[in-house]
């Protein structure tokens, strides 16, 4: 028997787990899955947290649950690949060697990479919302809130699911709101870009309705390091902003085990081929989800759109068929902006964001680059479409991994996309 081993069972390694299972030939290859972790995160039910929208009854499912029946599943820490030998060693038991290897290991926050972070105001005053215990202590900071300056702040880019933060602000400009505190909270997003967002016809619409929301922004703010003592965040060209409550989307890098394999660049991605999902290393290695060093979102509706391609590409490849460079940065995202409402966001590598309807043309129903409440309830199915399609790859009709044109207006600047 050969042997594929996929490292990871988070979105993106369980999607592929559930896909190669039912595509490979199960008696010539046998499909092992590592992590160390029991339980499967929904991520962007993390949002929702803080505002007492979701609990962990939402968020948290065992792992082994979305792991098909002969599937090897093995919890363990992986301490690195030893990529010349096709093997992988773990922190503990025997090594595994493999004929093909899938990394699927994500990408996690970094708080202790900014100085001061993780000092006196950490889980004080100084929360995120990126990790199941973050966003359940923020929750408690929100509910014990009674006014004064919030301020929400991203480090650095590239970060998971870019619009979260931003929803974040116009979730807590709506949450404020209902309770009487919106008057007395000064509401700032603090971001080291240059405006709302990284595409500029989306973040030209999402800055409007930052300041139609009284949020006020403050751009190519890059972080130095957190004054606990003074309550500030400082910037290298030595801005401040002080906070009572600080949100902020600490770096975010990839698995240390990418460094430890000689695989991972200065923040642990790993270089992966843009459109067949191959490492740029190694012919049996391929990569997908956050792991990778794409310029495409690192998002769950990417890995989905990327699994798809991957799975055709590892048969491809068993048969010593050429790989299809299929992959074109299709991402989709719905981003809450309160009240009841969102926007829909749908790109790829080569076209930004930009208006139209989802998934069929003229019909929708969704709106894209519009705020709207059929969009909130497509955000709020998400859920139940991630634990019960998505994850266990059961087919999504109407929406494929390469992004169609049809149904959007496209006015001629938005298809010089920027690749961040
Ligand atoms: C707040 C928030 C909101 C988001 N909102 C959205 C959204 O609205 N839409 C959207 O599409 N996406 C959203 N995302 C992003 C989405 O959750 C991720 O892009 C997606 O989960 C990536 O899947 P992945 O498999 O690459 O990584 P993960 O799902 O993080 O899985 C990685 C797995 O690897 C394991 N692992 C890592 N290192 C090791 C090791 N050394 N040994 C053993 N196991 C290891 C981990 O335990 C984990 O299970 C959001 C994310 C966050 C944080």
Same mark, same amino acid.
């Given at each position: 028997?050969?042997?594929?081993?996929?490292?990871?069972?988070?979105?993106?390694?369980?999607?592929?787990?559930?896909?190669?299972?039912?595509?490979?030939?199960?008696?010539?290859?046998?499909?092992?899955?590592?992590?160390?972790?029991?339980?499967?995160?929904?991520?962007?039910?993390?949002?929702?947290?803080?505002?007492?929208?979701?609990?962990?009854?939402?968020?948290?499912?065992?792992?082994?649950?979305?792991?098909?029946?002969?599937?090897?599943?093995?919890?363990?820490?992986?301490?690195?690949?030893?990529?010349?030998?096709?093997?992988?060693?773990?922190?503990s038991g025997g090594p595994l060697d493999y004929d093909?290897?899938?990394?699927?290991?994500?990408? &996690?926050? *970094? @708080?202790?990479?900014? +100085?001061?972070?993780?000092? %006196? #105001? !950490?889980?004080?005053?100084?929360?995120?919302?990126?990790?199941?215990?973050?966003?359940?202590?923020?929750?408690?900071?929100?509910?014990?809130?009674?006014?004064?300056?919030?301020?929400?702040?991203?480090?650095?880019?590239?970060? &998971?699911? *870019? @619009?979260?933060?931003? +929803?974040?602000?116009?979730? %807590? #400009? !709506?949450?404020?709101?209902?309770?009487?505190?919106?008057?007395?909270?000064?509401?700032?997003?603090?971001?080291?870009?240059?405006?709302?967002?990284?595409?500029?016809?989306?973040?030209?619409?999402?800055?409007?309705?930052?300041?139609?929301?009284?949020?006020?922004?403050?751009?190519?703010?890059?972080?130095?390091?957190?004054?606990?003592?003074?309550?500030?965040?400082?910037?290298?060209?030595e801005r401040e902003v002080g906070y009572d409550l600080?949100?902020?989307?600490?770096?975010?890098?990839?698995?240390?085990?990418?460094?430890?394999?000689?695989?991972?660049?200065?923040?642990?991605?790993?270089?992966?081929?843009?459109?067949?999902?191959?490492?740029?290393?190694?012919?049996?290695?391929?990569?997908?989800?956050?792991?990778?060093?794409?310029?495409?979102?690192?998002?769950?509706?990417?890995?989905?759109?990327?699994?798809?391609?991957?799975?055709?590409?590892?048969?491809?490849?068993?048969?010593?068929a050429p790989l299809q460079p299929d992959f074109d940065?299709?991402?989709?995202?719905?981003?809450?902006?309160?009240?009841?409402?969102?926007?829909?966001?749908?790109?790829?590598?080569?076209?930004?964001?930009?208006?139209?309807?989802?998934?069929?043309?003229?019909?929708?129903?969704?709106?894209?680059?519009?705020?709207?409440?059929?969009?909130?309830?497509?955000?709020?199915?998400?859920?139940?479409?991630?634990?019960?399609?998505?994850?266990?790859?059961?087919?999504?009709?109407?929406?494929?991994?390469?992004?169609?044109?049809?149904?959007?207006?496209?006015?001629?600047?938005?298809?010089?996309?920027?690749?961040?």
């Open positions: 028997m050969k042997r594929l081993v996929i490292l990871g069972a988070g979105t993106a390694g369980t999607m592929m787990a559930n896909r190669l299972r039912k595509g490979m030939p199960a008696g010539e290859w046998q499909i092992t899955i590592i992590d160390q972790d029991r339980r499967h995160y929904y991520q962007p039910g993390f949002l929702f947290m803080p505002f007492g929208i979701y609990s962990e009854k939402d968020v948290i499912k065992p792992k082994r649950q979305f792991i098909p029946q002969g599937v090897e599943y093995a919890e363990a820490e992986i301490e690195r690949i030893d990529a010349e030998q096709n093997r992988v060693l773990l922190r093909l290897l899938i990394i699927a290991t994500g990408a &996690k926050t *970094a @708080p202790d990479q900014t +100085e001061g972070m993780t000092g %006196a #105001d !950490w889980r004080k005053r100084v929360f995120d919302f990126y990790t199941f215990d973050g966003a359940a202590a923020l929750h408690q900071a929100l509910h014990d809130w009674n006014g004064g300056r919030l301020v929400v702040h991203v480090c650095e880019m590239p970060i &998971k699911c *870019a @619009p979260a933060p931003l +929803e974040f602000a116009f979730l %807590a #400009d !709506w949450w404020l709101t209902e309770r009487g505190l919106r008057d007395k909270t000064e509401l700032l997003y603090v971001t080291p870009l240059s405006g709302a967002f990284t595409k500029p016809i989306a973040s030209h619409v999402l800055g409007h309705l930052l300041e139609e929301k009284r949020i006020s922004v403050v751009t190519d703010f890059s972080i130095g390091s957190v004054d606990s003592d003074r309550h500030k965040i400082v910037s290298w060209d600080l949100v902020t989307v600490p770096t975010n890098i990839g698995d240390a085990a990418m460094a430890r394999s000689g695989l991972g660049d200065e923040s642990n991605f790993v270089a992966t081929d843009r459109h067949t999902l191959q490492s740029k290393n190694y012919e049996n290695i391929f990569v997908l989800g956050d792991a990778t060093d794409l310029p495409s979102s690192k998002a769950g509706s990417v890995a989905h759109f990327e699994a798809e391609v991957l799975t055709q590409n590892i048969l491809h490849s068993i048969q010593g940065g299709h991402s989709n995202c719905f981003l809450e902006s309160g009240y009841g409402k969102a926007f829909l966001l749908d790109f790829n590598y080569d076209l930004q964001p930009v208006k139209g309807t989802f998934p069929f043309p003229f019909v929708g129903p969704f709106s894209l680059l519009r705020e709207t409440r059929i969009n909130h309830w497509g955000k709020l199915a998400f859920k139940w479409i991630y634990w019960n399609i998505l994850l266990k790859a059961v087919p999504l009709p109407g929406i494929g991994h390469r992004m169609s044109r049809a149904g959007k207006q496209i006015p001629p600047e938005a298809l010089k996309a920027p690749t961040a």
